[in-house]
């Protein structure tokens, strides 16, 4: 793929094997259509990388445009496509053909304020409750920041988040889980955002259940 800069008599539309379209304000030219050689181990290798990513990704869209929406902002990419590459980069294990997803690696939301570590969480009958000490007082933090917290299902494709419901000087937030007759397991993540938007932390990684 190439970006050019706009303008005004630019083609636009498909040439050949390529097409040229505008997006947020750049031109840009991808090439479409299928490849007419055998694919190479590493081509294959990418694109089951991409299968992976995805299938991870799409229950998780709410929260991944919430967590990448200051990290996109103003850039050719939207929030999906950023955590697209950042998790093909880093949530990966294994070499093709036995790739596999590498949860603790998984990246959900990215930006500058301060990463919180401390972020507890105990299992119920009922879901997840996560608690916090409220007495840390950590330069580049807001008592009225939100949290940000998630449950990921690959086995069941489903996942359960909340995404600004309570303060950090609250301490508690509790999410609920769809019950199942069969076990399964669920990952978790948090990251705190700033209550205007302007400010999010990275995620973390908190454990399974």
Do not use: H
């Amino acid at each position: 793929m190439a970006t050019a800069k706009k303008v005004a008599d630019s083609f636009r539309g498909r040439l050949g094997d390529t097409v040229i379209y505008e997006l947020n304000g750049q031109l840009i030219k991808r090439r479409i259509g299928k490849q007419k050689n055998n694919p190479s181990k590493a081509q294959l290798a990418v694109r089951a990388g991409t299968t992976l990513v995805a299938n991870l990704l799409k229950p998780l869209k709410p929260f991944i445009n919430a967590g990448f929406e200051l990290e996109t902002k103003n850039t050719t990419l939207n929030p999906y496509n950023k955590a697209t590459s950042l998790n093909k980069l880093n949530a990966i294990k294994g070499v093709y053909p036995n790739q596999e997803i590498d949860y603790t690696n998984v990246i959900l939301s990215k930006g500058e304020m301060p990463v919180y570590e401390f972020v507890n969480v105990e299992r119920t009958k009922d879901g997840l409750v996560f608690t916090w000490d409220t007495s840390e007082k950590i330069i580049g933090t807001k008592p009225t920041d939100r949290i940000m917290v998630v449950a990921y299902c690959p086995e069941k494709n489903f996942a359960v988040y909340s995404i600004d419901n309570v303060r950090r000087n609250e301490g508690t937030e509790i999410i609920k889980l769809p019950k199942y007759k069969d076990p399964y397991t669920i990952y978790v993540y948090s990251a705190f955002v700033s209550a205007d938007k302007k400010a999010i932390s990275n995620s973390i990684y908190l454990g399974n259940f």
